[in-house]
C-alpha cells in the first residue's frame, strides 16, 4: 500500500488511474470502487435504524430515521 502511495507522485486516484490503466479500465474500477463504498455505509445504516426501531422509536417512519440519521453523519463528517 504504502508504494502505492509513494508512486503515484501526489497526483488525483482517478488520473493516476488513468494513466496506468487507462480510461475504459480505471472508469470501471472506480465505479467498483464507489459502490463498494457505498454499501459500506448502507450496512451500518441499515443496522442503526433497525437497532432503533427495535429499542425505543418503533412507530417513528424508517425514511424519518434514516433522513436524520444521514444528515447527522454528513453534518458529522464536514465539521
Known amino acids: 500500500m504504502n508504494y502505492i502511495i509513494q508512486s503515484m507522485n501526489n497526483q488525483h486516484v ?4 488513468d494513466q496506468h ?3 475504459f479500465l480505471s472508469a470501471i474500477l472506480l465505479i467498483i470502487y464507489s459502490s463498494l ?5 448502507f450496512i451500518p445504516l441499515k443496522d442503526t435504524i433497525t437497532r432503533t426501531i427495535a429499542s425505543y422509536l418503533p412507530q417513528t417512519p ?7 440519521t444521514l444528515v447527522a453523519c454528513f453534518f ?3 465539521q
Open 62 to 68: 424508517i425514511l424519518v430515521l434514516a433522513g436524520t
Open 37 to 41: 463504498l457505498c454499501l459500506m455505509g
Open 76 to 78: 458529522a463528517a464536514f
Open 21 to 23: 490503466f487507462g480510461k
Open 14 to 17: 482517478k488520473k493516476w488511474l
